[in-house]
């Protein structure tokens, strides 16, 4: 069937993100206000865009679950719009529902039964899907997420790690547009964490939009191409990581026994934001970094000043984050 994406009025260029038929998920000033009057979303536009790792990355409480259940019709908005795969929610949660893999709040199982049977009870509850092929759905699921060994196994003696695999399991098991992942790896070790995060990659390397929350600015820069940060409810940025991260540029670092020196020699260099920590001298490094930075150094080195280490840190998203809020990244809990 032909899919039409039809435009919202009064879209356009800066009104807010685009949202073409590119995007799969599209919100509009979307917000939440919970009964106790606590806003918990407010004023999101959210522009996912088809083919993208997104990293929907907040501190614990700014709104990540909140978006994601409007996002997928178990909860109404307060006001907004929200529209995936082109179609509004809730009113389409029928027939978007079906082309979503969703592992929310991880994954409803019976610990009882081995993780094939489980798998074999998500199939048979889905009305769409045919009982004769069931068993090799299933099994190309389980070998999807590396659990075939494991498959006779009952599920309460799965590790936290392969829970959430057979999780992600149940959500595969029909072919899907896009997949919602709330915090995948959260209470996982390291190498549940590994996991996950090349399943994720895999996954999208197949042409799956993957949408998926996370308190971890180092996870959302290893498997996200694209990249949304919320603090207490709004929206602070979105785009490509690599543009979000260059947005903050790396600090020149100058470490010396000779401070206030480096300092002024800097300023007269043209390097911007400079701050003094003891024998360490940051600043915003000028904009042609390659030519400049050799100068830059120069020029401390024949004012006298004593220069023990020198150097450009990279940016991170965290920098970033920083930049834009003035606040660290608070991964509590
Ligand atoms: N059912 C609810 N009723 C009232 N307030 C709620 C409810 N659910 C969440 N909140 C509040 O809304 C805010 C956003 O919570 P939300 O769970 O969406 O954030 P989050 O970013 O997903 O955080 P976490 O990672 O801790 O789940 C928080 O202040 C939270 O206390």
């Known amino acids: ?43 999101l536009d959210l522009a996912v865009p088809a083919g993208s790792v997104f990293g929907f990355l907040g501190p614990n409480g700014s709104g ?22 082109g179609q509004p929610m ?14 929310i709040e991880g994954p409803a199982l019976y610990g009882f039964l081995s993780g094939r049977d489980n798998l074999l009870r998500y199939d048979s509850a889905d009305p769409t899907a045919d009982p004769r092929t069931r068993r090799t759905r299933v099994a190309a699921a389980l070998d999807r997420v590396g659990l075939t060994a494991a498959a006779s196994k009952k599920a309460k003696a799965y590790s936290l790690g392969m829970k959430q695999r057979l999780g992600l399991a149940a959500a595969l ?14 209470g996982l070790d390291p190498q549940g964490m590994r996991e996950i995060r090349s399943l994720v990659r895999e996954l999208a390397s197949d042409g799956t ?8 600015l180092d996870e959302i820069e290893q498997v996200c191409t694209h990249a949304a940060v919320m603090a207490q409810g709004r929206l602070i940025i979105q785009g490509p990581v690599a543009e979000l991260a260059a947005g903050a540029r790396g600090r020149l670092v100058v470490t010396t026994p000779d401070p206030g020196d480096a300092a002024r020699v800097l300023k007269e260099q043209g390097v911007a934001d400079v701050v003094v920590t003891e024998d360490r001298v940051t600043g ?8 400049d930075l ?40």
């Not at 032909?2 to 590119?22: I, L, M, N, V």
Request: charged share 25%.
């Open 209 to 216: 939009t993957v949408f998926l929350s996370s308190h971890l």
């Open 173 to 186: 098991l029909q072919p899907r547009r896009l997949l919602v992942l709330d915090e995948p790896t959260n």
């Open 284 to 291: 915003e490094p000028p904009d042609d970094r390659d030519r």
């Open 90 to 103: 809730p009113r389409a949660t029928r027939t978007v529902l079906p082309q979503v893999g969703a592992l």
């Open 1 to 43: 069937m032909a899919e039409r994406s039809t435009a919202e009025p009064g879209s356009g260029p800066g009104t807010g993100p685009e949202a073409g038929p590119d995007t799969v998920i599209a919100t509009r000033a979307l917000t939440k206000r919970y009964r106790g009057g606590q806003l918990a979303v407010d004023g």
């Open 64 to 85: 990540k679950t909140t978006t994601i259940r409007m996002l997928m019709g178990l909860i109404e908005p307060t006001s907004g719009t929200a529209r995936v795969l």
């Open 294 to 333: 050799a100068e830059v150094n120069a020029a401390l080195v024949s004012a006298g000043v004593r220069v023990r280490g020198f150097g450009v840190e990279r940016a991170s998203l965290e920098d970033a984050f920083v930049a834009l809020t003035g606040e660290g990244f608070d991964v509590a809990g």
